[in-house]
T-cell receptor
Framework: ETGVTQTPRHLVMGMTNKKSLKCEQHLGHNAMYWYKQSAKKPLELMFVYNFKEQTENNSVPSRFSPECPNSSHLFLHLHTLQPEDSALYLC?????????????FGEGSWLTVV | DAKTTQPPSMDCAEGRAANLPCNHSTISGNEYVYWYRQIHSQGPQYIIHGLKNNETNEMASLIITEDRKSSTLILPHATLRDTAVYYCIVRVGGTPLVFGKGTRLSVIA
């Protein structure tokens, strides 16, 4: 248990569906992240939120839409995805403004697009 | 791009120490060395980090060379549950983690 909870753990969706991934952290952190891990590839950073403001978008297609309503919650809204978007999506959180601050990850949401 | 170089794979006998090397020859003075591991199908797990000095916690020890250009993660008594991909990452505090391919450690009974 890392203090970062992701739901659902598994999701199967069609290419025309709209779904959302949810992340909640109970660590009092003020930065949250979305990462993507495709099969046999390194983890790729998607988005960064600091104090609810998006500070980094790593050239992610618009069919992925993040939302950060407060410092404890992060969503990834999914619409008109492609089969190649099937991957493990990981949420993480950390504090800001501290040297050597540690980033903690959730267990991930496995997404399959059919 | 990842700023570290790690061997793609290593084997270790159960009960022995696992020593995982990492080269980071371009590390900057304000960059920390972090180690994470990822057991199959799970999120990355934080292990340890350090700046200049050697560090030890309940999971592992981190040995950083004096010039800071390389480090070694030591798992003192490897068990089968330590089989995972281990990532060595250098980063300035407050910035996101950039992952490379890591080292796949297989602990063998």
């Amino acid at each position: 248990e890392t203090g970062v909870t992701q739901t659902p753990r598994h999701l199967v969706m069609g290419m025309t569906n709209k779904k959302s991934l949810k992340c909640e952290q109970h660590l009092g952190h003020n930065a949250m992240y979305w990462y993507k891990q495709s099969a046999k590839k390194p983890l790729e950073l998607m988005f960064v939120y600091n104090f609810k403001e998006q500070t980094e978008n790593n050239s992610v297609p618009s069919r992925f839409s993040p939302e950060c309503p407060n410092s404890s919650h992060l969503f990834l809204h999914l619409h008109t995805l492609q089969p190649e978007d099937s991957a493990l999506y990981l949420c993480a959180s950390s504090t800001l403004g501290q040297s050597g601050n540690t980033i903690y990850f959730g267990e991930g949401s496995w997404l399959t697009v059919v | 791009d990842a700023k570290t170089t790690q061997p793609p794979s290593m084997d270790c006998a159960e009960g022995r120490a696992a020593n995982l090397p990492c080269n980071h020859s371009t590390i900057s003075g304000n960059e920390y060395v972090y180690w994470y591991r990822q057991i199959h199908s799970q999120g990355p797990q934080y292990i340890i980090h350090g700046l200049k000095n050697n560090e030890t916690n309940e999971m592992a020890s981190l040995i950083i060379t004096e010039d800071r250009k390389s480090s070694t993660l030591i798992l003192p008594h490897a068990t089968l549950r330590d089989t995972a991909v281990y990532y060595c990452i250098v980063r300035v505090g407050g910035t996101p983690l950039v992952f490379g391919k890591g080292t796949r450690l297989s602990v063998i009974a």
